[in-house]
């Protein structure tokens, strides 16, 4: 893990609100990764800035940092766009902001690496800010096989 300062930018497209407890129980994030893959929206989104899928957990439920299975909070998941203008009403975009994160990688097969990522940043003393954290998958990542997934944390 290392600490650096990343720029602000934004995130357009699909997004649900879920919890830990629901992703694990009822698989609602991975119904997610689902509808994104089988809808085709990667081809989709207009004004891309780069071949990476970004996943971002945002607006957490108050109380998440002592509670982190039932709380709720929103994933979008998409692409780094320059413009959101025209988004069709029932996508959903996110600014993430310049700001120092705590930079994770998970590296291996998915979604499993980045699972286990996740549990080791949550039995870590890291100081989450629960305001914007994300991950970015990088294009290997597309084969779910031998992948790398940048996980970025809102560190206070």
Known sequence: MEIIQRA???VA?????TSNKEAFEHGTIWAAWEHFFMKGIFD???NKMDDRIYAVYS???EGFETDTMNKQYDLIIGCKTSDTTGLLKWLSAVDIPEQNYAKHVAIWDLPLSVVNKWEDIWKSD???NN????????YNSQK???????IYIWVQ
């Open 8 to 10: 602000g930018f934004t």
């Open 13 to 17: 497209w699909y997004k649900i609100r």
């Open 44 to 46: 989709k989104i207009d």
């Open 59 to 61: 607006n957490f439920e």
């Open 126 to 128: 890291i100081k989450k």
């Open 131 to 138: 305001t914007v954290d994300f991950e970015v998958y990088w």
């Open 144 to 150: 779910w096989s031998d992948s790398i997934v940048d």
